[in-house]
């Protein structure tokens, strides 16, 4: 078991950053790629970003790509998400997620966090 726990969201500006933590415990974490996903009312889940337990492969959304960064830290157990430059359409719950496998679908990971609310004010 994995036991998952996002900080680090609030309330932002259009155009500002925030940087999103999620702290991992249980069984070694960094045998699990871990991954970020965001949902807003209304909307179903979808894949913000991935990283490999290594942290050398990353897969980025294409509504994200050049504005968030995804790393970990295995001797800390915890994977961020430095959000920069960002939109109102950005604002959801951002949820963080463990599995065996770089994937892009919720059904991929099998741990998940309780999510951590992100808000941009335009």
């Known amino acids: 078991q994995v036991q998952l726990v996002e900080s680090g969201g609030g309330l932002v500006q259009a155009g500002g950053s925030l940087r999103l933590s999620c702290a991992a415990s249980?069984?070694?974490?960094?045998?699990?790629?871990m991954a970020w996903f965001r949902q807003a009312p209304s909307k179903e889940r979808e894949f913000v970003a991935a990283?490999?337990?290594?942290?050398?492969?990353?897969r980025y959304a294409d509504s994200v790509k050049g504005r968030f960064t995804i790393s970990r830290d295995n001797a800390k157990n915890t994977m961020y998400l430095q959000m920069n430059s960002l939109k109102p359409e950005d604002a959801a719950v951002y949820y963080c997620?463990?599995?065996?496998?770089?994937?892009?679908?919720?059904?991929?990971?099998?741990?998940w966090g309780q999510g951590t609310q992100v808000t941009v004010s335009s």
């Open positions: 997620a463990a599995g065996p496998s770089l994937g892009q679908v919720p059904s991929t990971y099998n741990y």
């Open positions: 990283i490999s337990g290594s942290g050398l492969t990353k």
């Open positions: 249980g069984r070694t974490s960094s045998a699990y790629v």
